[in-house]
């Protein structure tokens, strides 16, 4: 089983920025993917950023203003968040695939990121 944790979010006002990060523990051998997904109220979850050995991809939506990265050695995946707008709010999900396992899913409890003034 893998375990995400995530940490970050909260409120801030349009054109700010926000930092999240996701910790995957467990038995992470097979972890190759990770990345974000946000779900807004009345919404389908979709995909905000994911990041893996050698690629990242963003959402349009997202693409200039957000950044992912990930630091292997602490098997933990970043979200910076610059120019925040209203309908970047949402709540946050980390999201980790395991190609041992026909890329199953492992999903962190969710953050919530209010943009608001």
């Known amino acids: 089983q893998v375990q995400l944790v995530e940490s970050g979010g909260g409120l801030v006002q349009p054109g700010g920025s926000l930092g999240l990060s996701c910790a995957a523990s467990?038995?992470?051998?097979?972890?190759?993917?990770m990345g974000w997904y946000r779900q807004a109220p009345g919404k389908q979850r979709e995909m905000v950023a994911t990041?893996?050995?050698?690629?990242?991809h963003y959402a349009d939506s997202v693409r200039g203003r957000f950044t992912i990265s990930r630091d292997n050695a602490k098997n933990t995946v970043y979200l910076q968040m610059n120019s925040l707008k209203p309908e970047d709010t949402a709540v946050y999900y980390c999201?980790?695939?395991?190609?041992?396992?026909?890329?199953?899913?492992?999903w962190g409890q969710g953050t919530q990121v209010t943009v608001s003034s």
């Open positions: 999201n980790a695939k395991n190609v041992l396992l026909g890329n199953k899913d492992y």
């Open positions: 467990g038995r992470i051998i097979g972890i190759v993917t």
């Open positions: 990041i893996s050995s050698d690629s990242t």
